[in-house]
């Protein structure tokens, strides 16, 4: 993959914020909602929503809106032990409003991007994660979900810091080895959670959507449901402004391994416009595609390396799961 120019042209402008690569730019361009406990208006909003498999690019407004007729959970934040890493290593959980031992649920890992931590995604509100779960699960779409944030950072030493070189990005990689021997298996005996593949599900936004790539390509079998949204360059060998990426597999093998289960639904979008990762998620759905690796590719019109985008990907996965789930 070469250097992507959409990268070089914004990279000066991007300063010392570095929130936007964890946890997307915060845009004020939110889709018309009902006014809060206006139910005819909801009422009518809701009428014009269909349940299908088809992609929408934009989350509709009466799943990101907060209702009074809905109880959303909230999120908090524990530890636990990696042996991966050597160390404790901290998370933070969505549970439903209504949770309970009595009731297993479904899991969403989702994963935040470089500079991240696990408060990227539950200290911006931005994102409507609350929301969207919360009013799908309350219009009877889907499941009540359990949606962890872990810190993508697997290192092993804890002075190293993320950064824009081959070794400082090592960690993220090491993350598949984490989450599978550590914080999957700690999730499961903590919580009342649903396992089996058909109840977990794997989402990442930029750095987060390239180690959601990587992750479901070596381990397909334990992801159901995954979406990739802006996903950062490094899967494959690379160069971007920022830096000149290894690769974490050669292109020919940017594919699922023959005889391998599947996921039911591998989603990966990103914006027309943005300005972080430009058109390396492309190039990864233009490699699957050539590779036979069956997945849905998406882009959304005019959407930046920003909320847009996280809500679209995380609606449109939730979307995928509701129909199949009805049908």
């Not at 979406?227 to 494959?236: E, L, Q, R």
Request: charged share 25%; proline share 5%; aromatic share 10%.
């Amino acid at each position: 993959m070469e250097t992507n120019k959409n990268i070089e042209e914004t990279t000066e402008n991007a300063g010392e914020d570095l929130s936007s690569f964890a946890s997307g730019i915060k845009t004020e361009d939110v889709p018309a909602a009902p006014t809060e406990g206006d139910a005819a208006a909801e009422s009518e909003v809701a009428s014009d929503f269909v349940l299908d498999d088809r992609i929408e690019e934009r989350c509709p407004g009466m799943f990101e809106a907060k209702r009074e007729d809905v109880q959303y959970g909230e999120f908090t934040h524990d530890v636990y032990y990696s042996e991966t890493c050597g160390m404790e290593r901290g998370y933070s959980i969505l549970l439903p409003a209504g949770y309970s031992e009595e009731k297993k649920y479904p899991v969403l890992y989702l994963l935040h991007g470089i500079f991240g931590d696990e408060y990227s995604f539950s200290g911006d509100g931005s994102n409507k994660i609350k929301e969207i779960v919360g009013n799908m699960a309350a219009d009877g779409l889907i499941e009540e979900t359990i949606v962890v944030c872990p810190n993508m950072f697997a290192a092993t030493d804890p002075a190293q810091k993320p950064g824009f070189d081959s070794v400082s990005v090592l960690p993220y990689d090491n993350f598949i080895n984490d989450l599978i021997n550590d914080l999957m298996p700690y999730i499961e005996g903590k919580y009342s959670v649903l396992t089996g593949r058909e109840n977990t599900y794997l989402a990442g936004f930029s750095m987060g959507g390239r180690e959601t790539i990587f992750i479901t390509l070596k381990r397909p079998e334990l992801f159901g449901y995954v979406c990739a949204i802006s996903a950062a360059p490094g899967v494959v060998p690379g160069k971007d402004n920022f830096m000149t990426h290894e690769g974490q597999m050669q292109e020919s093998e940017m594919k699922f391994a023959d005889g391998a289960t599947e996921p039911e639904v591998f989603i990966i979008c990103c914006g027309t416009k943005d300005s972080v990762v430009g058109t390396f998620p492309k190039q990864y759905h233009e490699l699957l595609e050539t590779n036979g690796a069956a997945h849905i590719w998406y882009e959304i019109n005019g959407a930046d390396h920003d909320n847009n985008a996280i809500k679209s990907g995380l609606f449109n996965l939730f979307k995928q799961i509701a129909y199949d789930k009805a049908e």
